[in-house]
């Protein structure tokens, strides 16, 4: 079971999701976790307890203690629903139980089944197995007791981990953090999905959201009643949040004279929907909707990659019917009023399904005509479903309508610069100007063929070029150090008695030379130790960093882990070369007067090695998710290819570049206005 633990969970985070997961296929409500003493491992303990339907002594001995069940890849292999909420399993098919042995090396389990008045006790000490010859010499006891945790009428499961395998860094707690949150249901049903994360050091996990956080940051809200053939009430609502001071909120009802016309429901066509003709009776349709764009989540939300994460796992629209969830409507991955693939076409005003957490409420009395599936998988499609599905869709569309008119205005002000790919965005506008003008279906077809020729050999030849592209930057980098250099030595050659500083800035000028041809040598991948690669590529812009008074904070070299990864050093350096010369601009153009760049090495992120730089500039002003196409910049005069080298340099050696919170790496705060950029290397695998 200790090879299994070991083998099958990744890492230590994944192992605590997937208990959480389990917690969930038990039809839990509720789940806390309970973290103490994380950086001292001997006094370290982490307590999972749910409310869940507990477990008997049968599941106990033959499927949690027993290595070969196929007991949960049987409830995948047939789909099987959990007994309670008619859940479908979470957990990696059974997978979830050997995350305790992965975690540590003394485990308590106590349980507690419906039906049942004593609860059960497991206790096992690792430590006394690595002592003994044979497995049999130290039989392991599941036993009965009174109930001392699930007391009365109470059921679930209690696991107790001491003894840690692994001193947890506060990446890790961050990253598992995050994810475990996204499993927490936004909505308040009988079947809801509560997580509650404690720990002692309650710094780890500042500025990091709860799901009882998400809702605070919608922008855009509403609640309608649809009957019949009309939406009967409609509230529309747009929030801004406290510092986008120049916005002010809205809210629209259907008293208002515009929406007064929109609140019949129609087809595509316009012709006339009415549920009155079905048995489905009021529908109660509400919503939040967020914006995922980096630049708006600035404004007001610390944890970005939090929320997104959520969305990413909680987004879409659910149905409940008197209160209990239908699946698998809502679910990621069921796109069932086709918003995804509305999106695609009109990204600016559709709703996806990523950003939005709604919930359709029916009366199971009167909704009959809505018929679910014998497998318990939806509503069987019939005439009465179709009807209900064009219903909500029209809802939607009209609150599409009021969320474009308040969206269009806050990028207006607050999004970002208008960004695009010269002569691809050229070439789509002419596309779409050629389908319209020309009649003709043949010509239009025609001419439309050779603009997608034009388009494919545009990209080939941008490809070829980046690939070399990237030297040429820190060519012009380089060759700015060596003018500076040149500068003063020709100051300095016309003074007298300054010999000694002609001979420092010629040895200088020497070494900046060696410098590039370390930058220009092919560099085979090898064991390389990044704070030697860092102090080359400061040292090749060093007289820049000079004359722009830049201070570079060293908060590397001191680095206690392992600072030796497979890479190829001349890309790297070459990397961050490019990164600080991007600071210098930035830093530059918003004229502070104290300039500071400050590098970290930190191994925060589990399996990497991350060198964090971050500057006391203005911040990014594109959307991060933009940062690395290439062409793409906020410069006035820039290429937009730094970046996007930089992303391909890291992406051959098997890592990523990133661009994390302020929180995420425990940067001063001095530095959270400006640009942060992160090149994480994984310590394994790395190529």
Known sequence: M??????????????????????YDADATSVSIKMENLE?????????????????????????MEPGTDYKEELYRNLKRSQ?????????????????????????????????????????????????????????????????????????????????????????VREVHRSINSLSSPFDSPDSFKITFDIDNKKWIEGLLSWEDIKEYSLFSFECEIEGDQIEKLNYKFTPWPLMKRLTSREITEKDEHIKKMLKIVDVDNSPINLAKYNIGKIEFKGLIFDRDSTVLSLGVKDKQGLKKYLDSNG???????????????????????????????????????????????????????IEKTNREGFVENEGYYAFVKAISYTLSKIEILRKMD??????????SRVSEPVLSDIEELKALLSKKIKNESLKKESIKYLNRIKDDYNEIKESLLKSAGLGLNLSV???????????LKITTNRENNSEKTIYLVKHLSEIVEGYTY???????????????????????????????????????DFKGNFNINCSRSLVAATIMNILDNSLWWLKYKGNNEKKVIIKLTDEIPQHLTIVIADNGPGFTLPTEQLTKPFITGKPDGMGIGLHIANEVMNAHGGEILFPEPEDFLIPDDFKEGAIIALSFRKEESK
């Open 84 to 172: 309670k909420f008619n859940r479908l399993p979470l957990g990696e098919k059974g997978i979830g139980r050997f995350s305790v042995h992965k975690l540590g090396n003394e485990i308590e389990l106590i349980t507690k089944k419906e039906g049942y008045e004593k609860e059960i006790v497991l206790k096992i000490d690792w430590n006394i197995f690595a002592k003994s010859k044979y497995f049999e010499d130290t039989p392991i006891k599941a036993y009965y007791r009174q109930p001392e945790i699930f007391t009365q009428d109470k059921t679930g499961t209690k696991i107790i981990i001491k003894n840690l395998k692994t001193a947890w860094s506060r990446g890790m």
């Open 407 to 416: 969206k269009d205005n806050l990028r207006l002000i607050y999004g970002p």
């Open 478 to 488: 380089i060759i700015h150090e060596m003018e500076k250099i040149i500068d003063e």
């Open 40 to 64: 001292n491992p001997a006094l370290a303990s982490i307590v999972i307890e749910d409310n869940g339907i507990g477990m008997d002594m049968n599941i106990i001995t033959n499927v949690w």
């Open 316 to 370: 879409g629209i659910r149905v409940y019917r008197d209160g209990i969830r239908i699946y698998d409507y809502g679910e990621t991955g069921s796109d069932w009023l086709n918003l995804d693939r509305k999106r695609v076409n009109v990204p600016s005003k559709k709703i996806s399904n990523n950003i939005i957490l709604g919930s359709i409420e029916l009366n199971r009395e009167y909704s009959k005509d809505l």
């Open 519 to 557: 930058l220009i040598k092919k560099s085979d991948i090898k064991r390389e130790d990044l704070r030697r690669v860092i102090r080359q590529a400061i040292f090749n812009i060093e007289f820049r960093l000079k004359v722009h008074n830049v201070d570079v904070i060293d908060c590397y070299s």
């Open 2 to 23: 200790l090879q299994l633990g070991d083998q099958l969970i990744k890492n230590e985070g994944i192992g605590l999701l997937e208990l959480v997961k389990n917690s």
